[in-house]
């Protein structure tokens, strides 16, 4: 019973832990404190549990990766939106 709620709370946690940052960019319109490689980074590490859950057929680590992947390319669009030239 344990893994199976280790199994849900990982992806939810994972998912969870992107979103004051982009909402705090979001709000704030900036960027100045952010990190290019940073981001690109979680966006390639998203991207991997995305395909290491559809691989091994694993419906929670494909919602976590999909959703942090959504998060992250966002962020990273905001990124270019709201950094100063």
Known sequence: MIPFYV??????ISIIQSCPQLYKTYITKSVNDLSLYSIILM???????LLHGYFISDNSSMIAGGMNVIIN?????????????
């Open 7 to 12: 199994a849900t709370l990982a992806p939810i």
């Open 43 to 49: 966006l390639l590490s998203a991207l991997l549990w």
């Open 73 to 85: 390319t966002i962020l990273l669009i905001l990124y270019f939106l709201y950094r100063k030239k």
